[in-house]
């Protein structure tokens, strides 16, 4: 029998489809251990979901206590007596099977939505685009409402974090750039996991930044090591790889051909790959293929802020929460290593006085060590200022903020030096990738960001100083590893980019 088509399916694929392919073909015994964050994701959003639902001032049916076939037959016998909020219901039609948290009745049928705790909407400068994994999920209640006859029409909506209805319009566009409808992406996305489910289509994995939080990890990055796959190489995705695959299989296979066979004018035989980005990958390439004796380089001389103070600068920020919570530095003097000293500002509560605190006490300290040169990797920690300037006006203006963060004295050395100026022979650029590769080991077992949301969430619940300890280490060792980098920057060789 053919497994049914849901909506969590397709929010996945919208990531990865060969997620799809492990749920369902998968070796279970492959499955790494639930992931710790994950976890604290799918709590918080069941928290908030009850909480939205206990705050409701209108009545409901609720069918949350009903299983499997007893819930689709409620859900079916609720709107078919034209119950006007349905609250976790279920419907199946056709091979498609959705669990949606809310079914309306509007006019002479229902709507499906869902409530999340995120922001019904995304974009980086203003929120503005609907979600394309939200889209897919709306898209599947549509659809059985559809088929069973029952439908109000060809949208859904989305209860958010901040208590806002969003509206999901079917007929709309899916971004400002595209004509394609998101009737059509839920169209295509749905198209897709049948193929898969029913092995009319087999899936690759691709090396991504959603791996890292996926219980497939292990045995993914299992296999494409053993394949050699190209998503190895950093900034080579699935859809590059998958346009370069007919021709150039593996890391080796690129690293060994000659990259001009491939370009004719301005062109590549390869769709979406541009002349220039096939040379770089091809330098990758051979990078990595070269193995111990592939070392790091730069593509052209580099010229870094020189002050005798330097602040090797890292935040932590709980985005469930919306709080930024941590601000830790790094400070150095002279080049000394003895002289190292960390300096963390915590947020003590989450809560928007403790962060303001924690930011107005951090933006003293950075004004109060000038001149000195900061360094911070990634353009995470301005984008987050930014955001704080906005929150906490008093603390800091809007021009006092750009001059901090003015290249004359501040270092993004992910973006103006890692990705402009170097190579390295690693899968991806990732600041604990670039430490690890030279030495640099964390204190913790499992270092990451995701971890420490996770450590603050625990320790807003227990106080445990233990904990606390926990976080600041990680931060500490994250700026520290800021500066490793940094200074092996210093001992990297030139080496000049073929562009012919
Ligand atoms: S580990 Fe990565 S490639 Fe594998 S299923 Fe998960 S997201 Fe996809």
New binding site residues.
């Given amino acids: 029998m053919t497994v049914p088509i849901t909506a969590s399916m397709l929010y996945?694929l919208v990531?990865?489809?060969?997620?799809v392919?492990?749920?369902v073909f998968?070796d279970a015994s492959e499955h790494d251990e639930p992931n710790a964050f994950v976890e604290l994701l799918w709590e918080k959003g069941s928290l908030y979901e009850k909480e939205v639902m206990e705050g409701l001032e209108i009545p409901f049916t609720d069918l949350s206590k009903y299983q499997g076939l007893e819930k689709t037959q409620s859900t079916l016998e609720a709107m078919r007596r034209g119950d006007v909020l349905i609250y976790s219901g279920r419907m199946e039609a056709d091979g498609l099977l959705g669990d949606p948290d809310l079914l309306r009745k509007e006019g002479g049928g229902y709507v499906a939505g869902d409530i999340k705790s995120g922001a019904g909407l995304e974009g980086s400068d203003d929120l503005s685009r609907p979600k394309k994994h939200y889209a897919v999920q709306l898209g599947l209640y549509t659809d059985i409402l559809e088929r069973k006859g029952l439908s109000a029409g060809r949208r859904g909506f989305i209860w958010d974090i901040n208590g806002d209805e969003v509206i999901y319009d079917f007929t709309s566009p899916e971004d400002g750039r595209s004509s394609r409808t998101l009737w059509q992406v839920y169209e295509d996305t749905l198209a897709h996991a049948q193929e898969i489910v029913t092995r009319r289509t087999e899936t690759?994995?691709?090396?991504?930044g959603?791996?890292k939080?996926?219980?497939?990890?292990t045995?993914?990055?299992s296999?494409?090591t053993d394949s050699n796959d190209l998503t190895l190489i950093p900034e080579l995705g699935r859809s590059k790889r998958d346009a370069m695959i007919p021709r150039v299989r593996t890391i080796r296979e690129l690293a060994s051909s000659d990259p001009g066979e491939f370009i004719a004018g301005n062109k590549t035989v390869f769709p979406g790959i541009g002349p220039a980005t096939l040379k770089k990958l091809h330098a990758r390439a051979t990078l990595i293929a070269a193995g111990e004796k592939g070392v790091p380089y730069l593509k052209e001389p580099m010229s870094l802020p020189s002050e005798d103070l330097e602040l090797f600068f890292d935040i932590e920020v709980d985005p469930m929460r919306d709080i930024c919570y941590l601000h830790g530095f790094v400070e150095r003097r002279g080049g000394d290593s003895n002289s190292e000293k960390f300096v963390p500002f915590f947020a003590e509560e989450p809560s928007a006085e403790a962060e303001k605190m924690a930011f107005a006490r951090a933006w003293r300290y950075m004004r109060d060590s000038q001149p000195c040169v900061i360094y911070y990797y990634s353009k995470y920690e301005r984008t987050i200022y930014r955001k704080l300037q906005v929150k906490y006006p008093d603390i800091c203006t809007v021009a006092e903020l750009e001059e901090l963060f003015a290249p004359a004295h501040a270092v993004d050395l992910y973006f103006d030096v890692v990705l402009k100026l170097t190579e390295w022979p690693t899968r991806d650029y990732s600041i604990k990738t670039l430490a690890n590769y030279l030495g640099f080991m964390w204190r913790d077992s499992h270092p990451s960001g995701a971890a420490s949301i996770e450590w603050f969430h625990k320790w807003v619940g227990t106080g445990d100083p233990e904990v606390r300890q926990r976080i600041l280490d990680y931060n500490e060792d994250d700026c520290r590893a800021t500066r490793v980098l940094r200074d092996a920057l210093d001992d990297l060789r030139v080496k000049p980019e073929r562009l012919g």
Avoid: K
């Avoid at 990531?15 to 997620?19: G, L």
């Avoid at 939080?213 to 990890?217: E, I, K, M, R, T």
């Fill in positions: 996945d990531s990865c489809p060969h997620r392919t492990m749920d998968g690759l994995p691709a090396y991504s959603v791996c939080l996926c219980h497939w990890y045995a993914c990055v296999r494409l």
